[in-house]
């Protein structure tokens, strides 16, 4: 699983992010991050499948549940070629891309965290989520206490005003403004670095079900 190592490589790619460094440094990255990172997810897979067979926990290089390290910088004023962090999302299966429903680990030297629901949503789908919300208000209010029972908050763009359609003084107007639709749970290095991790993690991502559930049900999704 991740060591130290695991950061202490990630620490000296935030300052040398470039090709020729990375080249000469891939051995390292293989050892201290890729291959622990499929072992991670290898290891989680059945829990994940026990969480919802619909949620996919694939241990692949390229096109599985890890992300890739390079950064696509096309259309960013950012040019640095490599992401300084790893990241993994187990997502639901009918799911093309990262804006798919799932679960999310976000290792970093600068802050851990685990994650579940839906980024950036296209306008179709994030159009759904909020109808939903307006006619089943009471699962989507279940759902939210579940996750602050378990230490989870809600996180995300917002928009500033009420969404078209939907009234100021509703109910859930605070929640009807999220553009994500994302709970999240800081972690610790310790946390991870702990041979228990694997169990912790699944345990931690059950306080997140009635959420992924609701948000399945809204883009008329099984789960």
């Known amino acids: 699983?991740?060591?130290?190592?695991?950061?202490?490589?990630?620490?000296?790619?935030?300052?040398?992010?470039?090709?020729?460094?990375?080249?000469?440094?891939?051995?390292?990255?293989?050892?201290?991050?890729?291959?622990?990172?499929?072992?991670?997810?290898?290891?989680?897979?059945?829990?994940?499948?026990?969480?919802?067979?619909?949620?996919?926990?694939?241990?692949?290089?390229?096109?599985g549940s890890?992300?890739?390290?390079?950064?696509?910088?096309?259309?960013?004023?950012?040019?640095?070629?490599?992401?300084?962090?790893?990241?993994?999302?187990?997502?639901?299966?009918q799911g093309k891309d990262v804006h798919a429903p799932g679960l999310y680990l976000h290792i970093a030297t600068d802050g851990c965290f685990?994650?579940?629901?839906i980024w950036h949503p296209e306008a179709q789908a994030l159009n759904a989520i909020r109808s939903c919300m307006d006619e089943n208000p009471n699962a989507y209010?279940?759902?939210?206490?579940?996750?602050?029972?378990?230490?989870?908050?809600?996180?995300?763009?917002?928009l500033s005003?009420?969404?078209r359609g939907y009234d100021k003084s509703h109910a859930l107007i605070d929640e009807l403004k999220r553009k994500d639709f994302i709970a999240t749970k800081p972690l610790s290095r310790e946390q991870i670095l702990a041979e228990e991790f694997p169990a912790r993690l699944l345990q931690q991502f059950e306080a997140t079900q009635a959420l992924m559930s609701y948000l399945c049900f809204a883009l008329n999704l099984d789960y």
């Not at 279940?142 to 996180?155: I, N, R, S, T, V």
């Open 1 to 63: 699983m991740f060591t130290q190592d695991t950061f202490s490589f990630l620490s000296e790619l935030e300052q040398n992010n470039d090709r020729d460094w990375f080249k000469a440094n891939q051995a390292r990255y293989e050892d201290k991050v890729r291959t622990p990172a499929l072992q991670l997810i290898t290891t989680l897979a059945p829990g994940i499948q026990a969480l919802s067979p619909r949620l996919t926990a694939v241990a692949k290089k390229v096109g």
């Open 66 to 93: 890890l992300m890739r390290p390079q950064r696509d910088s096309r259309f960013s004023a950012d040019k640095r070629p490599y992401k300084t962090n790893v990241g993994i999302q187990f997502r639901h299966f």
């Open 114 to 117: 685990i994650g579940a629901g």
């Open 141 to 158: 209010r279940k759902a939210l206490a579940q996750l602050q029972a378990g230490g989870f908050e809600m996180d995300g763009d917002k």
């Open 161 to 163: 005003r009420p969404p």
